[in-house]
């Protein structure tokens, strides 16, 4: 359980003058559940858009398996196994929930550039894509139009689209966000039962999900890395308190 | 897609594929009996109207230039006001070949028609396709605007204003006159050449390319983050969209046995839109639906209306943007299940 999926060394981003980013040295090995917290406009988004390739570092590089991924374009990292799901859903939401995760797996398995059978015969998409909807307890709603479902489905759709890449190293970017409170147990739920070996990131906001999940906490302000340990030890640190808990204004690093 | 009940499926050993949701997606790509209605109706005309087959022609080049742009527009979600670009450039192919005595084989010319057309979709694609939205869309106007702009200036050879008249093309398979007073030939080489490409068309929506392609019109962000191409796959849709388009101007331009710049018009453009719209996009038979719909209008309401028919289509569209977005065949698809509910109720 100690291979390392993804690295990141002296990782940079600058929009012009901001540093939205600076120099983060970061490990997510095989297993991991990490979680990433940090006040408004600390750099957790932009960080994960460098991971996924949306952006471009101004310094540093990312590493996949010990290769240097930081000249791949954000197709590529997919095909290598970096997965995401996004703070606001982005569903196809005039389709099926089964065709949601159908068009993943069927660019996940290489199908998606066939043009001359029907999308129809490839029952091993659509038999893996309603397995995966039945292990997230989405299969009732399989036939049902995304646009159709309470939120807190919609966000699990998100999620099954991307555990339907069969990433190696997943980034979930506030999984929770916006689900109302009486069903954030659902997304929860399928959290703990992602498959063990995915090495999974979780940017959240809500403390109580981040300590219920995470088995290392990672804190970010300023664009830098500000403090790391086991939940425990997060919660006990009385000046991430002061940042992230919202006592006390402009604690800063430097 | 259809929205009717599904049978109870049977239960399968595999209990996955038994699902009715799975069951729909195995089985839409499926003929149904109500399609062979618009090629019956084809046929029908006919033999019923022999006098309008020339009107009958027209109709189904229009249903061919509609089905190209619904490939580009309803189902990958390009948005393009420029379709008329490869109507002219396929239409000039065949017309310029013709009218200097090169190439006037009718059904090969169509394949030179579609070569060209193609790659001037696939040319302008590489760097349309980079933009999207009001940017996209002056593009693909400024396209077909340079080609109009193009084809007027070089006169020797396009005849510039006045086009090139009185084009000679072969018969079909060396046989079948093309008749410029019964338009029999037309007519019936024209269906052949649309149920050829539709179901080509059809094939490629059915397929896991074509579901791509709805997945890049439902969501771009996502398709990136799934790891999809999806610039080539667009430059892909819009090069056979346009091939397509190219061969209805080739057909254009062979039954009408003359090309002008009105092959590259704006108006032509608009009005392939306007007939896509007023059909339902990203449907497959609202092509056929909107250009039946179209033509019966303008020929009704230029009665009526001479001077002022087009207000009449103009108050048309206003109704279906503001309650029927889909077009006539969403509208049925509303009322189908509306009545599909009551019965299941009653």
């Known amino acids: ?125 659509i038999g893996e894509s309603m397995e995966l909807l039945e292990t997230l307890k989405l299969a009732d709603f399989a036939r049902h139009r995304v646009s159709e479902l309470p939120y807190g489905r919609q966000r699990l759709v998100e999620l099954a689209i991307t555990i339907g890449l069969k990433p190696a190293v997943l980034l979930l970017d506030e999984p929770a966000a916006g689900v109302p409170s009486a069903e954030t147990h659902i997304i929860l739920d399928a959290i703990e039962r992602l498959p063990e070996d995915i090495a999974v990131l979780i940017i959240e906001h809500d403390m109580d999900v981040v300590f219920r999940f995470a088995e290392r906490v990672i804190v970010m302000v300023g664009g830098a890395v500000f403090a790391e340990g086991t939940p425990r030890e997060i919660e006990a640190n009385l000046q991430v308190r002061a940042v992230y808990l919202g006592q006390g204004h402009g604690a800063r690093r430097d | ?214 997945g890049i019109r439902e969501n771009l962000l996502r398709m990136h983050a799934i790891g999809s191409p999806v610039r080539r796959r667009l430059v892909v849709c819009y090069t056979i969209s346009a091939a397509i388009a190219g061969i209805a101007g080739g057909l254009w331009a062979q039954t009408n046995a003359f090309v002008n710049l009105s092959a590259f018009d704006l108006d032509r453009a608009a009005t392939v839109l306007i007939i896509l719209i007023l059909g339902g996009y990203g449907r497959l038979y609202g092509a056929f639906i909107g250009a039946i719909a179209y033509m019966a209008l303008e020929h009704f309401l230029a009665r009526l209306y001479p001077t002022a028919w087009q207000l009449g289509l103009g108050l048309l569209l206003v109704l279906i943007a503001l309650f029927a977005r889909n077009g006539i065949l969403g509208l049925g698809d509303v009322l189908w299940r509306r009545y599909g509910v009551r019965h299941a109720a009653s």
């Open chain 1, 1 to 125: 359980m100690t291979e390392t999926r993804l690295e990141t060394r002296a990782l940079s981003r600058s929009f012009g003058a901001l540093k939205a980013v600076q120099e983060i040295d970061f490990k997510l090995d095989a297993g991991a559940r990490h979680a990433l917290i940090g006040p408004n406009g600390a750099g957790k988004t932009t960080f994960i858009n460098l991971l996924t390739g949306v952006l471009r570092p101004t310094n540093g590089s990312v590493l996949l398996a010990g290769r240097d991924i930081t000249a791949t374009t954000q197709a590529e990292r997919v095909k290598l196994g970096i997965a995401r799901t996004f703070q606001i859903n982005r569903l196809f939401r005039g389709l099926s929930v089964l065709e949601n995760v159908c068009i993943a797996v069927a660019e996940r398995v290489g199908a998606a550039p066939s043009m001359f059978y029907p999308a129809g015969r490839r029952t091993d998409i």
């Open chain 2, 1 to 214: 897609m259809s929205s009717s009940a599904f049978p109870t499926p049977a239960p399968a050993a595999d209990t996955q594929l038994g699902h009715p949701a799975a069951h729909l997606l195995m089985t839409r790509h499926r003929f149904r009996w109500w399609e062979a209605l618009p090629w019956i109706a084809a046929i029908g005309f006919y033999f019923a109207f022999p006098d309008y087959l020339g009107f009958g022609t027209e109709l189904l080049i229009a249903i061919l230039f509609a089905l190209s742009l619904d490939l580009a527009l309803g189902y990958a979600g390009i948005i393009t006001l420029g379709h008329a670009a490869f109507f002219g450039t396929g239409a000039y192919a065949v017309g310029m070949l013709a009218f200097y005595g090169i190439w006037t084989e009718p059904m090969t010319g169509l394949v030179i028609a579609a070569v060209a057309a193609g790659v001037v979709g696939l040319l302008s694609g590489l760097v349309l396709l980079r933009t999207n939205g009001l940017t996209l869309l002056m593009l693909t106007l400024c396209t077909m605007a340079l080609l109009q702009e193009g084809a007027n200036m070089a006169h020797d050879y396009t005849g510039g204003f006045d086009g090139l008249p009185s084009l000679s093309i072969a018969p079909v398979f060396g046989v079948f006159e093309f008749n410029p007073l019964y338009a029999d030939t037309q007519y019936l080489y024209t269906l052949a050449v649309l149920m050829i490409c539709f179901l080509f068309v059809r094939t490629l929506v059915y397929s896991p390319f074509g579901q791509s392609l709805t």
